[in-house]
């Protein structure tokens, strides 16, 4: 019988690689796109004909009227900013309901679930997060206590588990001396959206991914946020709750290890962290401003500004390794055009101890760099590889070299068809 593969496309940093960009890209190849973790945390810009798109829950699948998009059992989902989110696709002239399918597996956020966030990051005063404050840590902290409600509750005696699982959360708050706040508008657009929510196909996406795979169909498996806020392999406790990595494919859609064709790992030509923790490549210099400017680094959930520094072999390394990554993608090289020297992060050092492997605390690590000659070249109209000026093409062999996997793919600006396949 034939197997069909599900290929993996992961953000392998910090998130806000530009995955929605590869993974519009990469749909014609698919039957099938299927998020497999976070919720409205994530913001997936997709720029065509002009017009911007940022996809928060729904797969960036969504605009190839040919597939199928699944929100898969390890997405978390809030049923208010998945109804603004669906009818903004909708009103661009988009069928939905017959091509978005949601796991009845997939774990709900209540409005309270946001209010329990600000409420925990606001307790933990310096040592916060600096979480989207979209109540992703408390649902999954719901679901690992095993007292989450799910998608499939909707469908059945929703009213009374939904006022159980909320005067369980008004309680910890009550404890937390976190009283002031309303929800009852928020709470009304939320039920809303539960009954939105109920026009689409709410089934055991399990089954159906596995079905498809049997017929010998190809999933893309599109990943959010990134490697290093994985909630087991990230730079805990800044991390998000999710399991962000290679692994968490298998276990957020429900697909075995041996289905996992190619993994592809996007990263930038150089690194961004939104939210608190630690990132020994931050640049707090004029550098790093300009890379934010030219790179139009501002958060696309919260508009909070990006930090920003140079490219990261050490962060790079580590991810390639926990994901397993066989093709390597980077984005966004032209924001570097202008730069007379490229520098490399190849290694952490700290008291005179220094590293090459991603340490367990990654707090305090200054950062040992290598230089390379910048191209002075716009890159943003070229679409061939022949057309690289020779500085560009020297910093490319040197990251497959240093990191062992090739760049199978080259973005040089955020149009369509300028992604270059090598
Ligand atoms: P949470 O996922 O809202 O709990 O946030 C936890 C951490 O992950 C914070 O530092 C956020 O800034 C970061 N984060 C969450 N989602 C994204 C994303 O899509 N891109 C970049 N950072 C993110």
Redesign the pocket.
């Known amino acids: 019988m034939a197997t069909g593969k599900v290929d993996a496309l992961l953000?392998i940093v910090?998130?806000?690689e530009g995955k929605g960009k590869v993974v519009d890209y990469f749909t014609p190849q698919y039957d099938v796109v299927a998020r497999f973790a976070?919720?409205p945390?994530?913001?997936?810009t997709i720029i065509f004909d002009g017009k911007k798109f940022v996809l928060r829950s729904i797969p960036s699948g969504i605009f190839d009227e040919g597939k199928l998009n699944i929100i898969g059992n390890g997405c978390v989902i809030a049923p208010d900013l998945f109804m603004l989110e669906a009818k903004e696709v909708e009103s661009a002239g988009y069928q939905l309901t017959d091509r978005l399918h949601i796991s009845r597996r997939a774990h709900l956020i209540l409005p309270t679930h946001r209010v329990l966030?600000r409420a925990y990051e606001a307790a933990k005063g310096k040592a916060k997060?600096?979480?989207?404050?979209?109540?992703?840590?408390p649902t999954y902290s719901d679901k690992a206590a095993r007292i989450g409600l799910r998608v499939g509750d909707v469908l059945n005696d929703f009213d009374a588990k939904y006022a159980a699982l909320k005067a369980r959360h008004e309680q910890i708050l009550k404890d937390l001396h976190f009283t002031d706040y309303g929800i009852t508008e928020e709470e009304k657009v939320w039920m809303e959206g539960v009954e939105y929510m109920k026009k689409f196909h709410l089934v055991d996406t399990e089954h159906e991914i596995n079905r498809y795979l049997k017929e010998g169909k190809k999933v893309l498996a599109e990943g959010?946020?990134?490697s290093l806020?994985d909630i087991d392999h990230g730079t805990y406790p800044?991390?998000?709750?999710?399991s962000t990595t290679s692994g968490g494919v298998c276990t957020g859609l429900g697909v075995a290890p041996n289905t996992i064709g190619r993994i592809f790992g996007i990263f930038k030509a150089y690194s961004?962290?939104?939210?608190?923790?630690p990132f020994p490549v931050e640049l707090f210099d004029e550098t790093g401003a300009e890379i934010r400017r030219i790179g139009k680094e501002f958060?696309?959930?919260?508009g909070?500004d990006?930090r920003c520094g140079w490219i990261d072999l050490v962060a790079l390394k580590y991810a390639i390794m926990i994901n397993g990554v066989t093709d390597l993608v980077m984005m966004k090289s032209d924001v570097l055009d202008g730069f007379d020297t490229i520098k490399v992060c190849v290694a952490y050092e700290k008291d005179g101890e220094t590293v090459t492997e991603m340490p367990y605390d990654t707090e305090g690590w200054n950062p040992v760099y290598e230089e390379l000659p910048g191209w002075k070249t716009p890159l943003s109209d070229l679409r061939n590889e022949s057309e690289f000026p020779a500085a560009f093409k020297s910093y490319i062999d040197y990251l497959e070299k240093a990191l062992e996997t090739p760049i199978s793919i080259v973005s040089v600006s955020p149009d369509r068809d300028a992604t270059i396949v090598r």
């Open positions: 953000g910090f998130g806000d976070g919720g945390n994530a913001g997936h966030d997060v600096g979480t989207t404050g979209k109540g992703i840590g959010a946020q990134g806020l800044f991390v998000s709750s999710s961004t962290r939104v939210g608190s923790g958060g696309a959930v919260t909070r990006r």
